[in-house]
C-alpha cells in the first residue's frame, strides 16, 4: 500500500509563499509521475506540476513562473515550492503518484490565499 502523507499547506496573504512537502512511503524516483493536483471549490481537480521518471517537468499554465516542483531521493520526497502566491491559488492540494496504470493520492492540504 502507498502512503503519501502532504504538509505545508495553510494560510498566506498575496504575494506571499509557501513550500509544500509530500513523503511518500517508496522510491520515489522509480515511478511513472509524481506530482501536485489541486482541488479549488466548485472546481474539478486539476493537475498544477508533474516530475516523470526521466526528470521532464510539466505545469499548468496559469502558475508557471511561480511554482517549482522538486523531488528529494534521499528523503523520498516531493516538494511544490509557490511563490508570488494569488488569491486563485486558493484549493486543497494532493499529492500525486503514478505507478504503471495505477494512481495514488494523498488525502490533501489546504492553501488559502487572502487578505
Known amino acids: 500500500q502507498v502512503q503519501l502523507v502532504e504538509s505545508g499547506g495553510g494560510l498566506v496573504q498575496p504575494g506571499g509563499s509557501l513550500r509544500l512537502s509530500c513523503t511518500a512511503s517508496?522510491?520515489?524516483?522509480?515511478?511513472?509521475?509524481v506530482g501536485w493536483y489541486r482541488q479549488a471549490p466548485g472546481k474539478q481537480r486539476e493537475s498544477v506540476a508533474i516530475?516523470?521518471?526521466?526528470?521532464?517537468?510539466d505545469y499548468v499554465d496559469s502558475i508557471k513562473g511561480r511554482f517549482t516542483v522538486s523531488r528529494d531521493g534521499a528523503k523520498n520526497t516531493v516538494n511544490l515550492q509557490m511563490n508570488s502566491l494569488k488569491p486563485e491559488d486558493t484549493a486543497v492540494y494532493y499529492c500525486y503518484v503514478r505507478i504503471a496504470y495505477t494512481e495514488y493520492w494523498g488525502e490533501g492540504t489546504q492553501v488559502t490565499v487572502s487578505s
Open positions: 516530475i516523470t521518471r526521466g526528470g521532464d517537468t
Open positions: 517508496l522510491d520515489i524516483f522509480n515511478v511513472y509521475k
